[in-house]
């Protein structure tokens, strides 16, 4: 050997090649660990996607925003100078705590006497009534110098309510309702669940309060209906609304519910601050009773009320209650200082439920509903229904889900399909998912334009015999096409899934309603589906495939 030059005898690989291919490797591959299964997920050219038959191509998951607009910054009591003010604060505390007693007794007896006899609840309270409630709103007052805020600290002035029948504020804690019930003594829109609470459930109804069911469309439309009439009228109050429909943190603003703009009147919007520093006032994963608690604990609690320029309706042209409501929410944020984002009331609901549940990361499962609605159209309504399935999946502390226990809240054996179904919604090939994954991957599958006329489609090719209903076999055999090694126990599984009540057989109204609340299962079906099926008389479908 010359020159350096390699003959035939040399190996091949020699030791220092070895190691140099090996630092210069390119491709990892991660092997998940799933009841006693590993699983290689197969290269990408190979997953083919199970729901192309409706037209996805494939999911694509938004990154999760590094915000929580729930969050209260001081939810535990931290430090020697807290502990050291609780201690000197007891006596003070307990002095309060009786002073809030006696305030909200005895705005209650006079509201009791206001609404004594009073039945004409649909025309403006007479004056007399009015005046009695007076000795309420200074009692609210009183309340409100219990809990520490001795002074508060105003800029602006109320605008004249024949200019700006309604005002909207940001919600961070309880103490605004109290706070405008006081300085305003408007009509509110509120919760229906409010007027069950004892005592301030009474004063609530003093206020000619507009309740409003907000997962019930006839309801919120009756409320919007009740804010013009309300509005419209000089004899009313002015109404108040809390557009984000829950309390934040007060660093962020979420999204507006558009019940205050469809009317189109003019609106002063109201900014509420509460500077701290030890102590944060804000009702965000913080129990009341806590949050009541330390309040009564604090030298002074420290509260700024801004009232902005009143917001008018474009005149000169036609404008959305969206455009409206976008013109005011960045008025408020650009007087606050602070982000934007789209977070909605869904979003603290699925907070709540995933801390009930006890997960390390329950700020992951906030998805921000706003958006999802608008480009998905998923309700919060829907999006608390899919929580509630992934949560029964068994999700480990940090919110994955493992393959296995898909497959069983599902009733999916191991095989191809379910895999492929599987791999669709684990968008990042871990072998686990997310309930950011799973509900962005069902929102997408139902948000298709062909989703509800195939699960219809798909009934009526269950249903060969034209009776209405499917059996149980009937069931197997339009399934099997597409998992062809599952034993009669997992059709039993399928069909108990989908036997919605129990009846022993499945109507059309079982099946949609399956396949509404399990939308990843219509995958079962696309065999059956991709012959050419032309039109059905009774159902007035069309080719779908």
Aim: hydrophobic residues 40%; contains cysteine.
């Amino acid at each position: 050997m010359a020159g350096g030059e390699e003959d035939l005898k040399s190996p091949l690989l020699v030791q220092d090649r070895l190691r140099r291919s090996s630092d210069e490797a390119n491709v990892i591959i991660d092997i998940q660990s799933n009841g006693g299964h590993y699983i290689q997920p197969p290269p990408d050219h190979e997953l083919e996607n199970p729901f192309d038959f409706l037209g996805v191509n494939s999911l694509i998951v938004p990154k999760p925003s590094p915000i929580d607009p729930f969050r209260n910054n001081t939810p535990y009591i931290e430090g020697v100078y807290e502990w050291l003010k609780i201690i000197i604060c007891i006596p003070l505390a307990l002095i309060r705590l009786i002073l809030f007693g006696l305030s909200l007794a005895v705005g209650f007896i006079f509201t009791k006497f206001a609404l004594y006899g009073w039945k004409d609840k649909q025309n403006p309270m007479p004056k007399w009534r009015c005046r009695v409630l007076a000795v309420t709103r200074l009692c609210s007052r009183t309340i409100l110098f219990s809990f520490g805020y001795h002074w508060i600290r105003r800029k602006g002035k109320p605008a004249p309510r024949e200019i700006a029948p309604i005002v909207v504020s940001n919600h961070v804690s309880y103490i605004e309702p109290i706070f405008f019930f006081y300085e305003l003594f408007p009509t509110m829109v509120a919760a229906e669940s409010h007027d069950s609470l004892p005592f301030v459930g009474t004063i609530i109804r003093a206020m000619q309060v507009i309740y409003v069911n907000r997962f019930s469309a006839p309801s919120r439309k009756h409320a919007v209906n009740e804010i013009k009439r309300k509005a419209s009228c000089n004899r009313f109050p002015r109404v108040l609304l809390f557009p984000e429909g829950t309390t934040t943190n007060g660093r962020v603003l979420i999204s507006f519910q558009l019940g205050a703009f469809i009317p189109g009147y003019p609106i002063q919007p109201v900014v509420i601050r509460y500077p701290h520093v030890h102590f944060d006032q804000s009702w965000g994963n913080i129990s009341l009773a806590k949050l009541m608690f330390r309040m009564f604990l604090q030298f002074h609690n420290f509260m700024e009320v801004e009232y902005l320029p009143v917001v008018m309706p474009l005149e000169n042209q036609k404008e959305s209650a969206t455009h409206f409501a976008e013109r005011t929410r960045y008025a408020i944020a650009n007087a606050l200082n602070v982000v934007q984002t789209s977070h909605s009331y869904g979003d603290s609901i699925l907070l709540t439920k995933a801390s009930e549940a006890m997960q390390e990361k329950a700020s992951s499962y906030m998805v921000e509903l706003a958006r999802v609605d608008t480009s998905l159209n998923m309700s919060t309504l829907e999006a608390v229904e899919f929580q509630e399935k992934f949560l029964s999946m068994n999700p480990d502390p940090s919110g994955r889900v493992k393959i296995h226990d898909f497959f069983r809240v599902l009733r999916l054996p191991f095989c191809p399909l379910s895999e492929k179904i599987f791999a669709f919604i684990d968008v990042e090939k871990r072998g686990t998912i997310t309930f950011r994954q799973f509900l962005f991957g069902v929102a997408l599958i139902m948000k298709q334009p062909l989703f509800w006329r195939t699960c219809e489609l798909a009934f009526v090719v269950c249903d060969s015999r034209g009776f209405g209903y499917i059996t149980k076999q009937q069931l197997g055999d339009s399934i099997r096409p597409a998992m062809p090694d599952m034993s009669n126990e997992q059709v039993d599984e399928l069909f108990n899934l989908f036997d919605t009540d129990g009846d022993g057989s499945i109507s059309k109204d079982d099946f949609t309603t399956c396949l509404r609340k399990n939308p990843l299962l219509v995958a079962l079906f696309s065999p059956g589906l991709s012959r050419d099926l032309t039109e059905i008389s009774d159902g007035g479908l069309v080719e779908v495939v």
